[in-house]
């Protein structure tokens, strides 16, 4: 099927991180219309194994092809992981947060930078391998946090200082780099949290390169939207209130809709 200006673009995380995605889009995409699914009944994705996580993504696609958008955003970092096993069967483009990620360490060559991500995105080692393919010198380090995103998907913010502390020594005890990637999409929520604790560390939120890849790729197929509005539907297998609520702090446009969707 040919892709039509006119479709909307589908965003999906295992949760609500996937709305600093829609954020970046919101600064570079405004006529953009979007759909968004955050699967929070289930969340944390990063903490599942490989074949529970395929299972919930391929009915997340599916929700979103019979929604026929025009293109996918991937904006969760655990499921980017997995884009060689579900992405070739798909009829709809597929963007990755992770090769977005990558993309910038090698953009910026830099020489070495650490990730913070889920323990599952760790594991897989995929930021390594991305970066790897076309700059074998560069030192990546990692360290997997197996709380954080349900920290966050949960609202439970007064547990995330301890959290941060935990995690940041983690990826110290392999290396001091002054890049850190926040490689999973809830994360960029606490930025300003992460940079109190690490001074002088430049923190990278992937969303904007995601975007910026969204953008090159629609202006090449001649399906930007140039309008300067655009609507915002959100859907979510867990409570859509705190999905406002995070739009507001967040500074995300009000979404048209707030629906509750079990998978
Ligand atoms: N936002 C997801 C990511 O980027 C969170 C993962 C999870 O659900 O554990 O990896």
Redesign the pocket.
Known sequence: MTAKRSQKIGVL???V??LTVVRAMQQLLPGEDVIYFG?SA???????DRSEILALMNKILDFMEENEVKAIAV??????TLYDVYAPARKTKIFS?VEAGAGRVLEDKLPEVGIV??D??IKTGWYAKLIHEKDPSVKVYGAGNHML??IL?HGRFDEVPENLKQNLADLWKQGRPDHIIL?????PIVKDQFEEQAPGVTFIDPAFEMAKNMKKWLEENDLLRRKKTHHLDIFTSGDPAYYGELCRRLKIQKPDSLSQKSL
């Open positions: 995380d295992s949760g991180g996937g699967d289930n969340v944390p994705y990063g903490n599942k904006a969760c970092n655990t499921l980017s947060i991500a889920t599952f995105t995103a349900t998907d490689g999973c999409t809830h994360y």
